[in-house]
């Protein structure tokens, strides 16, 4: 789309008692991607969410969606959002048919327009056979399918997904996973709070990582990425004896940290660049003869880019925080 | 947007459990999206009554919590004309005349207080998160959960005085007066419940709900002229039992269906029907939009 910004805050808080769930974030969203907001429970995600959605009302800074402010024009950003919170946000005691029927007739639809529309929707998601059982009946991946059917049900211009695929099997959480694909592919600027790396990592082109009420790192993946070290090397030894050694031939060749993988015969080196013009391969291969000249036995290797699991914990270390 | 009325969902469609479920590929999603137009939003009114159907579905899953409108009140009605009809009138029969009607307050009054119940178990429930972000009049889910609960109060209305006929209770205002009275508990009784939504909201569990609500509904309706006249307490009591609400209610509802036409009791509870509304409603909806 165009580079419109959905969401723009700025300094935006959110106090309960003395613990200042949100605290001062800013946060520039552009229209039509699918941004990532990544944190561990208990982060500020869902209260941050719940601002923007017009559920909470802040408690300073200033927060627009598509340049209507979520307090003062309440209204218009209703007109032009969905939320799917962290627990469905269907009426467990209806059927799927009833929720949407009810749904569609709260946002303006005739009764007949109604019915027909649930009926794509659950025939869309693969719920016709359910559309006449109460939710409560339904899987956790059935629920997850209802729940993004009853946000879409008018487009929304915007779309929060706060944690759509916690507590979801392997499956339903790719099944998601593609539903939250074609609906971006529609339009629709998607606003997604996760805790599991890879899922931003699937889904977001850019990402804000939240920790204590604040943004603690924003960008591409790429550029979060990068800013932890150009890559990794993953080395097997074929005997355990030698992993001191190696873990001091690894340090001093590549200049950086080397982590003790719970395999004892595994480590993994980060090659950041630093004091060198050679690119990440040339490093690791450079290593990696060290490795064999002192005489160690490497069994396998691997050359991959940070993933954000250690981009994660090297931002929230960098804080003290362990994780 | 589309005219055909008739649905068919899931006979055409090829079996799509759980299990080998495929998200819809991005063209077939396109056809489902309605684009960026959407249908004019739904007056006051409108919304209100869908939430109000919501109530009604609520009650189709889930009968059994009409108990508390069928067989509570059969018990009230029993229990207390049985109990006191000899002692304070002298007779069954005679006691039913005064009682029927102060026992149908008394009961409608009481079963109010599960709006609180319901309002504070479904508010921490997610829909109504989603409820909230949509741009509907403010106050709908509320005045659709009383709406929903009118119907109960209706329910329990035609029970007693069910059983009150076939136990002998002939009221000189015949249908007329019945259904004029039992039309002024229920505006009472809406007006009342505002007082149970506010504490749905405010208190932070179930319990406390219950428990708060014990407090308020059995001085409210114990001290009133449901089951004696008030002539005989002392001086302080009929103080307050004069200016009970439960007391103009109940007066204004016996004489109704007496067949009379008790015009200062009816503004009174109409009054006090109109407060409730206005004090507890807008507290309701100040805690609903902060919450």
Redesign the interface.
């Known amino acids: 789309m165009t580079t419109d910004l959905a969401i723009e805050t700025e300094g935006l808080v959110k106090v309960f008692g003395t613990n200042r769930a949100v605290d001062g974030i800013d946060l520039h969203v552009p229209a039509g991607t699918v941004y990532g907001v990544l944190g561990p429970n208990g982060a500020g995600k869902t209260t941050a969410v ?1 601002m923007l ?3 909470l ?1 802040p408690d300073g800074g200033r927060a627009s969606v598509f340049g209507k402010d979520v307090v003062k024009d309440a ?1 218009a950003v ?2 032009r ?3 799917t ?10 059927t799927g ?2 929720n949407l029927v ?2 569609g ?6 009764r ?2 109604a ?17 006449d059982k ?1 939710i409560k009946n339904y ?1 956790g ?2 629920r997850r ?1 209802i729940d993004i059917a ?1 946000s ?1 049900l ?2 929304p ?1 915007l779309l929060f997904l706060d944690e759509p695929t916690t507590g979801l099997d392997p ?2 959480r790719n ?1 998601v996973w ?2 939250v ?3 971006v ?2 339009g629709t600027t998607v606003l997604l709070t996760t805790q599991y790396l890879d899922e931003a990592d699937q889904l977001a082109s850019r990402i804000a990582v939240i920790d204590h009420g604040k943004v603690i790192a924003e960008g591409t993946k790429g550029e979060l990425k990068a800013s932890v070290g150009s890559g990794s090397v993953h080395v097997r030894l074929r005997d355990p004896e030698q992993r001191p050694e190696a873990e001091r031939v690894l340090r001093s060749s590549l200049n950086a940290t080397v982590q003790l993988d719970p395999d004892p015969v595994a480590l993994t080196a980060t090659v950041n660049g630093h004091g060198t013009d050679l690119g990440a391969a040339e490093q690791a291969a450079r290593a990696l003869a060290e490795l064999s000249r002192a005489g160690i036995t490497v069994d396998n290797f691997a050359l991959g880019q940070p993933s954000l699991d250690e981009v994660f914990l090297a931002l929230t270390d960098r804080k003290g925080t362990t994780a | 947007m589309s005219t055909g009325t008739t649905v068919t969902t899931g006979k055409d469609t090829q079996t799509t459990d759980a299990l080998d479920f495929v998200a819809p590929k991005a063209d077939e999603l396109a056809a489902l999206f309605t684009g960026r137009a959407r249908p004019p939003r739904p007056g006051a009114l409108a919304a209100s009554l869908t939430f109000g159907w919501r109530a009604m579905l609520k009650i189709k899953h889930v009968p059994e919590q009409l108990f508390d409108v069928t067989a509570f009140p059969i018990m009230m009605v029993l229990m207390y004309t049985y109990l006191f009809g000899g002692a304070l009138a002298g007779s069954v029969d005679e006691y039913i005349q005064f009682l029927l009607p102060g026992i149908l307050v008394m009961s409608v009054v009481m079963i109010t207080m599960y709006t609180g119940v319901s309002v504070n178990t479904d508010i921490e429930k997610g829909v109504f998160d989603r409820f909230r972000t949509l741009p509907i009049w403010r106050p709908a889910p509320m005045v659709g959960y009383l709406l929903g609960d009118v119907v109960r109060y209706l329910i329990a209305s035609a029970v007693m005085l069910t059983v009150g006929v076939i136990i002998g209770y002939r009221p000189d205002g015949g249908l007329p007066g019945i259904l004029l009275g039992v039309a002024l508990l229920l505006v009472f009784s809406f007006a009342f419940s505002w007082i149970w939504t506010m504490f749905g909201l405010l208190l932070r569990s179930e319990k406390s709900v219950m428990g708060v609500s014990m407090m308020v509904i059995f001085p409210l309706t114990f001290l009133s002229n449901v089951f004696v006249d008030p002539k005989t307490m002392p001086g302080w009591l009929q103080a307050f039992v004069n200016n009970n609400p439960v007391t103009h209610l109940a007066t204004a509802v016996r004489e109704l269906m007496a067949g009379n036409w008790p015009g200062a009791d009816i503004a009174w509870t109409l009054g006090w029907s109109a407060l409730f509304v206005v004090v507890f409603g807008s507290f309701t909806m100040r805690l609903y939009n902060r919450k």
Not at chain 1, 105 to 110: A, D, I, P
């Open positions: 719940k959605a017009t559920l009302r209204d209703r007109g959002v969905s939320l919170g962290q627990y469905a946000s269907v009426d467990e005691d209806l048919t009833e009810l749904l007739r709260l946002l303006g639809h005739t007949p327009d019915r027909e529309r649930s009926g794509q929707l659950l025939a869309a998601f693969g719920l016709a056979e359910a559309a109460q899987s991946g059935m399918r009853a879409i008018n487009t211009d499956r339903s099944q593609d539903i694909r074609a609906v592919a529609q």
